[in-house]
């Protein structure tokens, strides 16, 4: 994947993120064909950028209750 400009990117942190100090937590910005992740506690240490179909089936995963994600072989 080529370089990605994150310069003015609009970061989000994940709704699931607690409002605590020391939660974990990542943030998200939806770029026109890219969509870049970043730990909101070292933000300066990049990110990672995946493509839109990556973050989707990324996304969709998570939402399935715990123990039920069958990876292919």
Do not use: Y
Not at 45 to 69: D, H, M, N, R
């Amino acid at each position: 994947m080529p370089t990605v400009d994150l310069f003015g990117a609009r970061w989000r942190r994940s709704s699931h993120s607690g409002n605590g100090g020391d939660d974990a937590c990542v943030e998200v910005a939806v770029l026109p064909a890219t969509v870049a992740v970043r730990d909101s506690k070292a933000p300066g240490q990049g990110a990672l950028v995946l493509s839109p179909a990556a973050w989707s089936a990324f996304v969709t995963i998570q939402a399935w209750p715990s123990g039920s994600a069958k990876v292919p072989a």
